[in-house]
């Protein structure tokens, strides 16, 4: 069984903005370190958006003011909300638990006119 499916994601355009879901399944999601990650081909991972286990988050440079990653512990589900998005937004992204834990397949981001 996975343990993170997200979903959400999909075409946009520039402006535009799109919630992702983490859903999270055999272990207490608020119990961990979590984040969210841009995946873009040719580049490495990007951490844009990181919830630790008292609730405090921490933000990518690149997104800063404009995404806001969130939870809710009786969902047992993460989430991302994507305000003002940019095509530099566009990617593939997954959550994954802690530093090198468990990641989901990723949903895919397009940002385009």
């Known amino acids: 069984e996975v343990p993170l499916v997200e979903s959400g994601g999909g075409m946009v355009q520039p402006g535009g903005s799109l919630r992702l879901t983490c859903q999270a399944t055999?272990?207490?999601?608020?119990?961990?370190?979590m984040k969210w990650v841009r995946q873009v081909p040719g580049k490495g991972p990007e951490r844009v958006a990181t919830?630790?286990?008292?609730?405090?988050?921490v933000y990518g440079a690149s997104v800063q003011g404009r995404f806001t990653i969130s939870r809710d512990n009786a969902k047992n589900t993460l989430y991302l909300q994507m305000n003002n998005l940019k095509a530099d937004d566009t990617g593939l992204y997954y959550c994954q638990r802690g530093t090198n834990g468990p990641r989901g397949q990723g949903t895919q981001v397009t940002v385009s006119s």
């Open positions: 919830m630790v286990m008292g609730g405090a988050t």
């Open positions: 055999g272990f207490t999601l608020s119990k961990f370190d």
